[in-house]
């Protein structure tokens, strides 16, 4: 496993804890601090960045509570909102 990998997976398994636990769902400024991390952890690396973005989507409790997640590659970076 490269660093890229390892880091890729700290940060979607920071977003799966938040996702599962006890208490109230996350707040949409919980999941934006919680994505901005990954941002930062996740650094210049691009193609993490994506594969980041593309998993991210898939998680149960994106498609759930009704966000989208973009990769915006002029920026590097990842976002999430609420689809309208």
């Known amino acids: 496993e490269n660093p890229s990998q390892a880091a890729l997976a700290l940060c979607l398994e ?8 006890p ?18 952890v996740l650094g210049d690396d691009r193609t993490a960045k994506h594969a980041f973005a593309m998993q991210l989507a898939k998680h149960w409790w ?20 609420r689809a309208l």
Do not use: D
């Not at 920071?14 to 636990?21: D, E, K, R, V």
């Not at 208490?23 to 930062?40: D, F, H, L, R």
């Open 14 to 21: 920071a977003f799966g804890n938040l996702a599962s636990a």
């Open 23 to 40: 208490g109230p769902p996350p707040s949409e400024a919980q999941v934006a601090e919680t994505v901005a991390e990954a941002n930062k």
């Open 62 to 81: 994106i498609v759930q509570n009704g966000y989208e997640v973009r990769y915006a590659p002029g920026k590097n970076q990842v976002a999430v909102a």
